[in-house]
């Protein structure tokens, strides 16, 4: 139980310090405001957003899941997976910034506020996908590694270094 807690702690902060970063990217890009004032804009925003805590929980589960995977000691399983559910959910955060800050410069408040509110929602199909994909990786990887001690590798030469035949 402590790993999956450990885990899950590391990636929401890591979700929460991506959430931070795509929001200020997107003030930056779209709504072109300098670096100073976005940081400021999010940072006044964020903590007191009840929606803020919502958006930290595929992080929260991505780091569950990649914990429970690999609770038998596959390390390469969990790390797989774990990656490959924390990527794509990178990809869909970013875009649902972007998009929400799109939508404010065309005065379009409703998609606005669903592009962000509904990101949990977005990302949970993708990141389940990306973590099966990481966990397909994994066995392939692990069954290559078994194949490989299976083979029994055959010397030609003998210890002193001279040919048997």
């Known amino acids: 139980m402590f790993r999956c807690a450990k885990f899950t702690v590391a990636l929401t902060i890591c979700g929460l310090l991506l959430i931070l970063a795509a929001d200020t990217y997107a003030r930056v890009i779209v709504a072109d405001k ?11 925003h964020a903590p007191t957003d009840a929606l803020f805590l919502f958006l930290l929980l595929p992080f929260a ?3 569950c899941i990649a914990a429970v995977l690999g609770k038998d000691g596959n390390r390469v399983r969990c790390w797989c997976s774990l990656i490959g559910g924390f990527l794509p959910t990178i990809f869909v955060y970013f875009n649902g910034y ?5 939508a404010l410069r065309q005065r379009a408040w409703t998609a606005s506020a669903l592009s962000v509110g509904l990101l949990p929602f977005m990302a949970a199909p993708v990141a389940a996908i990306g973590m099966a994909i ?7 990887l692990r069954r290559s590694c078994l ?6 590798h055959t010397v030609s030469c ?8």
């Open 61 to 63: 589960l991505i780091g």
């Open 98 to 102: 972007l998009d929400s800050q799109y």
């Open 134 to 140: 990481g966990w397909m990786v994994a066995w392939c």
């Open 34 to 44: 300098s670096m100073k004032e976005a940081i400021s804009e999010v940072l006044h």
């Open 147 to 152: 194949r490989e001690a299976a083979i029994p």
């Open 158 to 165: 003998v210890e002193g270094g001279e040919d048997e035949s």
